[in-house]
Nanobody, 127 residues
Framework: QVQLVESGGGLVQAGGSLRVSCAVS????????MTWFRQAPGKEREFLAA????????YYRESVKGRFTISRDNANHTVYLQMNSLAPEDTGRYYC????????????????????WGQGTQVTVSS
């Protein structure tokens, strides 16, 4: 079992920055991939960024490249998503998810492949 707990969400003005965190506990594998998704009201959950737990390689949704940065702290078992230049369309509930995948690729955008999810943290960007 893997437990994921997100934190760090809040209200921020457009153009601002925010960092959300995902604390990971339980059994993890060296081939695990950690991913951030976002879900806005009335919309499907959408992939944002992924990182290999071992090695730290990253993979991003095109629309967030250059604004969002995913990283991990292996010693503290935490995954981060640093978000800059936030816009109102970035508003949503941000979820951390985990799956076993030794490589990164487009399949990671499919929410159905993920075994473990956190409860999410709300990010609201005001205009």
């Amino acid at each position: 079992q893997v437990q994921l707990v997100e934190s760090g969400g809040g209200l921020v003005q457009a153009g601002g920055s925010l960092r959300v965190s995902c604390a990971v506990s339980g059994r993890t594998f060296s081939s695990s991939t950690m991913t951030w998704f976002r879900q806005a009201p009335g919309k499907e959950r959408e992939f944002l960024a992924a990182i290999l737990w071992s090695g730290g390689n990253t993979y991003y949704r095109e629309s967030v490249k250059g604004r969002f940065t995913i990283s991990r702290d292996n010693a503290n078992h935490t995954v981060y998503l640093q978000m800059n230049s936030l816009a109102p369309e970035d508003t949503g509930r941000y979820y951390c998810a985990s799956t076993v995948s030794p490589r990164l690729g487009a399949w990671l955008a499919n929410a159905r492949i993920y075994t473990y999810w956190g409860q999410g943290t709300q990010v609201t960007v005001s205009s």
